[in-house]
């Protein structure tokens, strides 16, 4: 009974004294208006930042003592809009009694609720996440000697009603979301566990990830790990990978793989306007540091069309320039999801008649300025409709500042071929285009098919063509056009015609001309039916055979066995 009595009375000096330990360590934190510098001071250290704390603060005496912090605020830089780039209504820190006894404050837990974070990059490329270390030693006080913060080693983090709002140096509005719960586990010394779920752009989304820990993502010295899904309107992210490193330039390696049921779920999330389509997958390695963006080993897939190739980005003076080759095995146009635009006649909105209307001035702007350079090579094997082969396609695309040029282009289909370059002219309030090709043993019957304008005929053409026109829309184009087709040897007859018999119709030669939007001029010579002929027909400009509900004037002339 004695023994048990001293056991008693032994664990209650042990008690008692653990208490007398805790309240002289912690009594000087209940002098608030003393220990409220210090304490912004220490935070401060840690952090790289200025740390307010302009709330109450309050100690719970435990075997796991808990700070509680009202009304905390961590500094901006001068230049960003805000005045501070994170701020929260309540922070609650839980500390080891262990090291507290040896006056060091090691983090067990940290508890944030109302949170806001504020993400903000400049025009000089500046931005206000990345926080150095300050020079000041990590104390809290004099009168609390060596009594020192340690960064979240070991511990839980949760965040409640976190707000995060990111402001980029080309726009003046603020992107937001909102997350009501953040989750951050230990898994060892380095990794930790994440998990939110929140609302951006009205859309719900969900992150599961692996990554480092929290307080290193504001000095990145050392490679982040990132490993984990993104998961939001049917669409799903697989990213791993890392940000940040000794290098300061560089700003993260990733390789990210994106797949859903259809591209139109992305549209709130990237806000564009992607029509539905096959069920897709966009993979990539992805590089981005202060030079420039580098995707490798890019591959998408959509329906059962697949693209693989290359694109790289660098950052010049005042502009972008994007290189890159891009290869499709197999593109078929049924998977590509094209606007729902149906064209139509154009109509008129003048009650005149057709000769009394005034044709209204076209608006002259200012000459386009293209905001990026490109040089790319795009390659399809293997072009379908459904079930129809069109062919292979073959391009180098180069765009600058004042100028488009798509030059070679060569396509291989239906039988022939066809090379040719478009080049776009950028330096006039109206663009100039002008298109240059030459087409050879086209079965132009089948093209007409695939095209789907079922005609019960069959043949082959030679030919070239050239081409200029101003302006963007159908009226512009049409009023400005200019055209020279010559062909040569062109056979027409149906679809029925026997191998061993002649075509009935042959032309030696064809030619179809516009002058700036003119009369529309066809002339030609050949044979029908072993019988010479030569034709040639005058009809309306481009403008009047597109416009709805006005008569075409037409003259023909043909002249046998001359």
Not at 100 to 129: K, P, Y
Not at 248 to 264: C, E, N, T, V, Y
Request: charged content about 20%; overall charge negative; proline content about 6%.
């Amino acid at each position: 009974m004695r023994c048990r009595f001293l056991w008693f009375g032994l664990g209650s000096v042990f008690v008692i004294g653990v208490f007398i330990a805790l309240a002289y360590i912690l009594f000087p934190f209940y002098k608030e208006d003393v220990y409220r510098e210090s304490l912004e001071a220490g935070f401060s250290a840690a952090m790289g930042r200025t740390v307010k704390l302009s709330g109450p603060i309050s100690l719970t005496f435990s075997l796991h003592p808990r700070l509680v912090l009202e009304n905390v605020s961590v500094s901006n830089p001068p230049w960003a809009s805000h005045e501070h780039v994170f701020r929260a209504d309540r922070l609650e820190i839980e500390v080891l009694l262990g090291p507290l006894l040896q006056r060091r404050l090691e983090i067990e837990d940290i508890v944030l609720d109302g949170a806001n974070l504020f993400l903000e990059e400049s025009s000089e490329g500046l931005n206000n996440w990345n926080m150095g270390k300050e020079d000041t030693p990590s104390i809290w006080s004099n009168a609390a000697p060596h009594l020192s913060i340690e960064p979240l080693e070991s511990g839980m983090l949760t965040i409640h009603d976190l707000r995060i709002a990111y402001q980029s140096h080309q726009s003046d509005a603020f992107h937001e979301m909102t997350i009501p719960k953040v989750s951050v586990v230990p898994v060892d010394e380095r990794l930790r566990n994440i998990s939110l779920a929140g609302e951006f752009r009205d859309v719900p989304f969900g992150v599961e990830f692996k990554g480092g820990r929290i307080l290193d993502l504001f000095d990145l010295a050392k490679a982040w790990p990132i490993d984990g899904v993104l998961s939001a309107n049917g669409t799903s992210a697989v990213v791993t990978g890392s940000a940040g490193g000794p290098d300061p330039a560089h700003i993260f390696d990733l390789r990210i793989q994106i797949k859903g049921d259809r591209l139109s779920a992305l549209n709130e999330i990237l806000m564009t306007n992607l029509p539905d389509s096959a069920p897709f997958m966009i993979a990539s390695d992805v590089v981005l540091n202060s030079q420039g963006l580098d995707l490798s080993d890019l591959r998408v897939r959509l329906g059962t069309s697949e693209i693989a190739g290359q694109l790289t980005m660098q950052n010049r003076d005042d502009r972008q320039m994007w290189k890159g080759q891009l290869t499709a095995g197999t593109l078929q146009l049924h998977d590509v999801p094209f606007p729902s635009h149906k064209a139509g006649p154009i109509h008129e909105t003048s009650s005149k008649p057709a000769h009394e209307t005034v044709a209204k001035p076209a608006l002259v702007g200012l000459p386009v300025s293209l905001p990026v350079d490109a040089d790319l090579e795009i390659t399809v094997n293997k072009g379908l409709v459904g079930k129809t082969e069109l062919g292979s396609v073959s391009l180098t695309a180069s765009v600058r500042k004042d100028h488009v040029q798509i030059s070679p282009v060569r396509i291989e289909g239906f039988g022939g071929t066809l090379e040719g370059r478009l080049q776009v002219d950028l330096t006039t309030p109206q663009p100039t285009s002008t298109l240059e090709a030459t087409v050879t043993s086209l079965h132009y019957a089948d093209a007409l098919r695939a095209a789907g304008i079922a005609m019960d005929i069959d043949g082959v053409t030679d030919g070239d063509v050239s081409a200029t026109w101003n302006g963007v829309s159908w009226p512009e184009i049409l009023k400005s056009l200019t055209v020279n087709l010559q062909t040569g040897h062109t056979t027409f007859g149906n679809s029925a015609s026997r191998a061993e018999a002649p075509l009935p119709l042959v032309l030696h030669e064809g030619s179809l001309g516009v002058s700036n939007g003119g009369p529309v001029t066809i002339l030609a010579k050949g044979r029908y039916r072993e019988q010479v002929f030569a034709a040639k027909l005058l009809t309306g400009s481009p403008i009047d055979l597109a416009m709805a509900g006005r008569a075409w004037p037409v003259s023909f002339t043909a002249q046998a066995g001359g």
